[in-house]
């Protein structure tokens, strides 16, 4: 996640240098905890939570808990985890339904944000949840943005009540009333309400949240912060709960390039949880907050965990099981393998969800350089395709790839370039499905495994004594047989009828000589 690259890249940089020691002296502790300081400190979190953590970090590094562990460092790690898991808000924390539909749902932030955006992110979440969310333009103030939130409504599938037109018309206190009626009668169980927002904290802003909040009596009140605003994150937070009090927290922006610690520093600060994270500007780009994997990001320690839900609500097991039966049988097509292309693009960002996995800051230029464009532009050159071709990836001659070049607006090399790719990626599924273990490019067969030819064990070729066999065999004409010696004394005597011992007895003696 870019939003906390700078401050785990500093902390990965930390322990790698601490893990090269077998026993921690309390010299070692406190340079790892001056770095540690340097850290937050550089990527904005507040003062207060550096001073609290660093101090706990530091008491619990120099206890019996380190002293007495095999590998001290991998300790001091795992207490930096279990201290960060502390200030993002220790457990998750989820929505709370009320008993008696409708849920209601307040949200209340700045101007910019990104209420509206979220508003919709939040009713599409709700709505594959199997609730029937209803969003409320109650932001008459702000130019267009009634419009905006329809826009987004209809953008997320969720129906938008605004009954006023908004900039600067109509009574947002009383829209907002009227809206829990509406939800009522016509059956929505979650009503999430728009509010304005200002540019600054000030009085006006203050009196009417908390009028509309006065007025709908909502379940929830989420905070929706931008997490690149810095160091004023941590007043704006503190103005909003002394004068809305909310019940949690929503990051939004979370993928900016900010340095973003002062995002860290909410939940410690006003100790409401974090419980919602936007992660991009489309609607799908909305994740609940969980504090322990937020950690683990930070400290390059993976989140497995949420890579696999992506993929599992992006992922169809029976088409999966349809597709593994093909690559088995060798009938995986070009078609499939656009399917297979599309469902991963479902599943979110490609380079977000190779950030997951453990280890990933240590390819973080590769991650940056990724265009996640190629699979559009490979989605082009497949869907130029006719349906035989795509069945058929041998009957693509040269007119036939330069049409598709053209239809897809791209170049004949790399039409060339896709269908060798396919071609490989093929035969290196199938001899897995069978079991085997494909040969990499550039790699030889794996001695012992299946998947490639067994490579015979080579005989040493023994020098011939004699001149006249010697240039006979060189000259590619086979020796001379040797006549056995006779005499049963040797154990090579004529066989019966006084011939030559077979293949089948020599093969026999060799086997029992050791050879």
């Not at 930070?298 to 992506?310: C, F, K």
Request: no cysteine; charged share 25%; glycine share 10%.
């Amino acid at each position: 996640m870019a939003q906390f690259g700078s401050l785990s890249d500093r902390l990965t940089e930390t322990f790698r240098n601490l893990r090269s020691k077998g026993r921690l002296t309390p010299s070692d502790v406190d340079g790892t905890v001056r770095e540690i300081r340097r850290a937050l400190l550089d990527a904005d979190v507040a003062l207060e939570v550096v001073k609290s953590f660093t101090a706990s970090v530091r008491e619990r590094a120099l206890s019996d808990e380190v002293n007495k562990a095999l590998n001290p460092a991998q300790q001091v790690v795992q207490i930096v985890n279990e201290e960060l898991v502390g200030i993002l808000g220790g457990q998750q924390r989820r929505l709370e339904f009320a008993k008696r539909p409708p849920t209601v749902i307040m949200l209340a932030g700045l101007q910019g944000a990104g209420k509206t955006t979220l508003a919709g992110k939040l009713g599409k979440w709700l709505k594959k949840d199997g609730h029937t969310p209803m969003l409320v333009a109650a932001d008459l103030q702000r130019p267009n943005a009634v419009q905006q939130l329809q826009v987004v409504g209809e953008q997320a599938g969720v129906h938008v009540f605004a009954p006023e037109p908004g900039n600067g018309v109509g009574d947002p206190v009383k829209v907002a009333k009227n809206a829990i009626k509406a939800a009522v009668d016509q059956q929505y169980d979650t009503v999430i309400v728009d509010t304005a927002g200002r540019l600054g904290v000030d009085a006006e802003l203050m009196k009417q949240a908390a009028n509309i909040r006065k007025a709908v009596d909502p379940d929830e009140v989420l905070f929706v912060i931008d997490a690149m605003i810095g160091q004023d994150a941590v007043n704006t937070a503190r103005a909003f709960q002394e004068g809305v009090d909310f019940t949690g927290v929503v990051l939004s922006k979370l993928d900016g390039d900010a340095r973003g610690g002062a995002a860290l520093s909410v939940a410690s600060v006003t100790g409401r949880p974090i419980m919602f994270a936007s992660t991009g500007e489309g609607l799908d780009d909305f994740e609940p907050f969980h504090p322990d994997r937020m950690a683990s990001r930070i400290l390059d320690l993976g989140d497995i965990l949420s890579l696999i839900e992506q993929a599992q609500s992006a992922f169809d097991e029976e088409e999966a099981m349809k597709v593994a039966e093909k690559i088995a049988s060798d009938t995986f097509t070009l078609n499939d393998f656009l399917q297979q292309m599309q469902q991963l693009r479902k599943a979110g960002s490609i380079k977000g969800m190779l950030g997951m996995l453990p280890g990933a800051k240590g390819m973080r230029e590769a991650l940056d350089n990724f265009d996640e464009r190629e699979i559009v532009r490979t989605e082009a050159i497949i869907q130029s395709m006719t349906p035989q071709e795509r069945e058929l990836p041998k009957l693509l001659n040269g007119s036939r790839r330069l049409r598709i070049a053209r239809g897809a607006g791209s170049t004949v090399t790399e039409v060339n370039a896709l269908v060798n790719r396919f071609e490989q990626a093929a035969k290196m599924m199938k001899t897995v499905a069978r079991g085997g273990v494909p040969q990499m490019p550039g790699m030889g067969p794996i001695p012992g495994m299946h998947g490639g030819k067994k490579q015979q064990p080579q005989t040493k070729k023994k020098k011939v004594g004699n001149p006249a066999k010697r240039a006979a065999l060189a000259a590619g004409a086979p020796a001379a047989p040797q006549q056995a010696p006779s005499g049963a004394g040797l154990g090579l005597g004529m066989g019966k009828g006084g011939k030559a011992p077979s293949e089948e007895e020599l093969a026999s003696l060799q086997k029992f000589l050791g050879r």
